[in-house]
């Protein structure tokens, strides 16, 4: 039988003692010396935003414009900061009735939670607006039909 034929592009399995360790860029252990690691603000607003969301008591609203509806939207933040350092403004709508205090603290403890262990950024200031009380949407009203 013959061996297939093989080109330059096609792998040949290696066998034998383990190749010596590489030397240069790719080499480097310490991950000081691969590179920097940039997190933008835009990331931290969306982990804070959805971290704010998933807190108990805390509501998606129906976005309407002129009675049209336009979709649904939860909490909104803001980021500023310098360094590994931010600062967050929070607005959420809460569930009404729901103890408003305790779902706030909830809610600061889940973001800055969430934003320290996923970017690094150290959480300096963190500041939420109730932006409004909705009563949660329940199963549809039966809709009465007259003859």
Do not use: C, H, W
């Not at 609203?61 to 933040?77: C, D, H, I, Q, Y």
């Amino acid at each position: 039988m013959s061996e297939p034929s093989r080109d330059d592009t096609t792998p040949v399995p290696v066998v034998g003692p383990a190749a010596p360790a590489a030397s240069g860029p790719a080499a480097v252990d310490e991950p000081a010396e691969r590179g920097a690691l940039e997190i933008a603000f835009s990331v931290v607003r969306r982990i804070a935003e959805y971290a704010a969301d998933s807190t108990e008591g805390t509501v998606r609203t129906e976005r309407r414009v002129v009675g049209v509806g336009l979709g649904e939207s939860g909490a909104t933040a803001k980021v500023s900061g310098y360094g590994d350092q931010v600062d967050l403004r929070l607005e959420v709508p809460l569930a009404y009735p729901a103890p408003i205090a305790l779902t706030v603290e909830a809610v600061r403890g889940n973001v800055r939670e969430r934003v320290e262990t996923l970017t690094g950024y150290g959480v300096r200031g963190l500041d939420v607006t109730v932006s409004a009380l909705t009563v949660p949407a329940g199963p549809p009203a039966p809709t009465r039909r007259t003859e």
